[in-house]
C-alpha cells in the first residue's frame, strides 16, 4: 500500500465547475476573476472553471451558463500565476473540438468523466489530451453505482488509454465510509503504482471531509475541494475546512488556511441564492442516491407540477437515472402528478 | 417483383435488417449478407434463413453471382470502412444507404427529406438520435422558424456497441448537424447518456425547441401528425407525455451563451422508442429506429424510382 505522508497533495478546486450548480451557471467573469486569484494567491494546484455539467454543458437539460466556457477560462487564464487551469469534459456532452478550443483559452488540465461503469466511451477524449501534453485525470461518477472490483476494472481502463489520476467519485454523496475504503483499495490492486487516485466528494450525508482522509490514507494524492463547499448538491467537501483538518494532521498541502477562509466567506459564500448545505432536498439526494446536479432542477419541477421535491428525487433513484439525464426529472414529475391528479396538462 | 438489396455488415445492425426486409417488406428482396467473419451470427442467422452470404466484404460480394441484380446495398459497417464500399457502389451503378457516421452523402430522415432525395447516389441515415428527434423538430419548424433546437438521447448501456463507444462524438456532432441541415433549426445541439440499469431501459429521447412565438395548439398539433407517420414505419415511436409549452417573454428572454437572447415558445418533447424485437432485445429502440429508418428509405427510393 503507497504511504500517503510520503506524497505531496494536489489539491484541485472545483468551486468554479461544481459551484456553478450552485448558482445555476451564473458566474460572471468579474467573479471568475477574483475567486480565480485568491485561489492561485491561497496556494492550490489547479483550478477548475467549466460549466456545472463540462465543455458544452450549457443548454436547456442543463441551464444554460451566462457565459460560454471558453468566456470563463480565459478570465481565469487572464489572473492565474501558478495553478494549473482545469476543464471539465463529459463524453457525450462535450467533444475533443471542444476540449481543443479550451487549451487554446488557456486550460492545461483536463478531467475526463464518465459514468463509472461506462469508461470505455472516454478513449478517444483522453488519447487526444495526452497528445497535446494535457495533465488527465479521469472521474468515474456515481461511484456508489458499482462495486469495488468492477470499479477497478473501470479504472484499470482508463489508466489503459493514459488517465494520470483516476478518481473516487461520490457525485450522489451516497458512498459510506466502507465503500470509499473499499474502492481505493480495488484500484490499490489493480492500478500502476505511477497512476495516481483522487476523491471528489460530496457532502449529502456529510461525509465530505471525512472522506477525502480516509483517500489519502488509502494513497490518494489529489483532493478536491471547493470554497465554503461550493458545488451540486450540499456541496462538495468544504475546501478551507479539509485544509484546516490537514494543518492539524501534518498532511502536506501548500495551501494558506486564512486565505482560503476569507476567500471562501469574502467572495463564494454571498453568491448563494439558495444555501449549500445539508437540507431535507440535499439530505435526500445522498439518502436517495442520485446525482447531485438534479437539486436545483428537480426543485423547480416541483414548483411548476405541485410535487414535493423529494418525492421526485426519490423516484429518479427508484428509475435508476444516471448524471445527465435531467430531461428525466420532468418526466418523473408529470409521471408523479398524473398520478396524483395534479397535472395541469399544457 | 420485389427490387433486390444487400447488407454490408453482419452485426446486429445489418442482422436485424435483414430480418425486418426478409418479415416485413413488400419491395425489397434481400440477396446476400456481406459480413468478414464467417462465424459471426449474423452470416449463420442468414445461411440458416436462406440468404446468400459471403466472408469476404464487398469485393466478395462484387463476385456473387446475384451482384448484378442489387439495386440498393446497405452499408452497416464503419464510417472508416464505408468510403471504400462507396466506391465500389458507384462504380457498378448501385445506391448505397449509409448507417455509418461517414456522411459522404446527404443526410436523410424519412419523415422530412426523403423525397427530394431520389436521385442521390448515396444517402446517410444520421444517427439513431437524430431518426428519433428530427421529426420533431421539423414539426415545429412546419409551423413556426426555430431558433434552437436540442435533444438528449439516453439508451441502454447493452445497446451501445463497440464502434458507437469508440467515438461518441460522432453522435453528438453528426445529430447536431442533422438537427440544423434537415430539422430546420437554427442552431442544433445533441447529447447522449449511456445507463447501465437492469433490466435495461428503453431508448428515450427528449427534444427541447425554442422557436418564434405562435398559437400552441398548432404547434401540438404538428408534432401528433409527425408522431403517427414516423409510427408507419416505427411501430414502438410514442410521445411518453403530453407534449409541453412555456412562453418565453421578451422581458425574460433565454441567454444562450455565444449565440444570443431569445424569447418565443420553448416546446419540450418528450419521446420513448420501443424495439420491434426482430433480431434485437425490444429495449434497443435506438438501433431498431436506425434499421426501420433505412428500410423505409429504401423502400421509398424503390417506390418513387419506379414512378419516375
Known sequence: ?346 | MKNKVAIIGSGNIGTDLMIKILRTSDVLEISALVGIDPNSDGLGRAKSMGVATTADGIDGLAKMREFDDIEIIFDATSANAHAYHDKVARKNGKTIIDMTPAAIGPYVVPVVNLDQLIDAPNINMVTCGGQATIPMVDAVKKVVPVHYAEIVASIASRSAGPGTRANIDEFTETTSKGIEAVGGANLGKAIIVLNPAEPPVMMRNTVYVLSEDTEIEKIRKSIEEQVKKVQEYVPGYRLKQQVQFERIGDNTPIHIPGAGDYSGVKTSIFLEVEGAAHYLPKYAGNLDIMTSSALKTAERLTELRKAA
Not at chain 1, 472553471?49 to 470563463?72: K, Q
Not at chain 1, 463529459?90 to 488557456?106: C, E, F, M, S
Not at chain 1, 451540486?232 to 475546512?241: D, I, K, R, S
Request: glycine letters at 10%; hydrophobic letters at 40%; a negative charge.
Open chain 1, 1 to 346: 500500500m503507497k504511504n500517503s505522508r510520503e506524497n505531496n497533495l494536489y489539491i484541485q478546486d472545483t468551486t468554479l465547475r461544481d459551484g456553478m450548480h450552485a448558482i445555476r451557471h451564473g458566474y460572471t467573469l468579474d467573479q471568475v476573476r477574483n475567486i480565480a486569484s485568491a485561489l492561485d494567491s491561497a496556494g492550490v494546484n489547479a483550478i477548475e472553471v467549466t460549466h456545472g455539467d463540462g465543455l458544452c454543458g450549457s443548454s436547456f437539460n442543463y441551464g444554460f451558463g451566462s457565459h460560454t466556457d471558453l468566456e470563463w477560462v480565459a478570465a481565469a487564464a487572464e489572473v492565474v500565476k501558478n495553478a494549473k487551469l482545469t476543464v471539465l469534459l463529459l463524453p457525450g456532452i462535450g467533444t475533443i473540438d471542444d476540449l481543443k478550443a479550451a487549451y487554446d483559452a488557456g486550460a492545461r488540465s483536463v478531467r475526463i468523466a464518465t459514468h463509472c461503469t461506462e469508461a470505455d466511451i472516454s478513449k478517444q477524449h483522453i488519447e487526444w489530451a495526452r497528445e497535446a501534453g494535457m495533465d488527465v485525470a479521469c472521474l468515474l461518477m456515481l461511484a456508489h453505482m458499482n462495486e469495488p472490483e468492477p470499479f477497478a476494472q473501470q479504472a484499470k481502463l482508463m489508466e489503459s488509454y493514459g488517465a494520470h489520476c483516476i478518481y473516487v467519485t461520490d457525485s450522489a454523496g451516497a458512498l459510506l465510509m466502507d465503500g470509499v475504503v473499499d474502492r481505493f483499495k480495488a484500484m490499490n490492486d489493480v492500478l500502476d503504482n505511477k497512476t495516481q487516485t483522487g476523491m471528489h466528494a460530496h457532502n449529502n450525508l456529510g461525509l465530505g471531509i471525512a472522506f477525502n482522509i480516509l483517500a489519502i490514507e488509502q494513497g490518494a494524492t489529489r483532493i478536491d475541494g471547493s470554497l465554503s463547499g461550493m458545488g451540486a448538491g450540499a456541496g462538495n467537501a468544504p475546501l478551507e475546512v479539509f485544509v484546516a483538518v490537514a494543518d492539524k494532521m501534518g498532511l502536506p498541502h501548500g495551501c494558506n488556511v486564512f486565505g482560503l477562509m476569507d476567500a471562501a466567506d469574502d467572495l463564494v459564500r454571498p453568491l448563494q441564492d439558495r444555501p449549500v448545505r445539508v437540507d431535507r432536498e440535499t439530505l435526500s439526494i445522498g439518502y436517495a442516491g442520485v446525482y447531485s446536479s438534479f437539486l436545483r432542477h428537480a426543485e423547480n419541477a416541483a414548483k411548476l407540477y405541485g410535487i414535493d421535491t423529494r418525492d421526485i428525487l426519490v423516484e429518479l433513484g427508484n428509475r435508476k437515472m444516471v448524471g445527465g439525464q435531467e430531461d428525466m426529472i420532468v418526466d418523473v414529475a408529470l409521471d408523479l402528478s398524473k398520478i396524483r391528479g395534479t397535472a395541469n396538462g399544457t
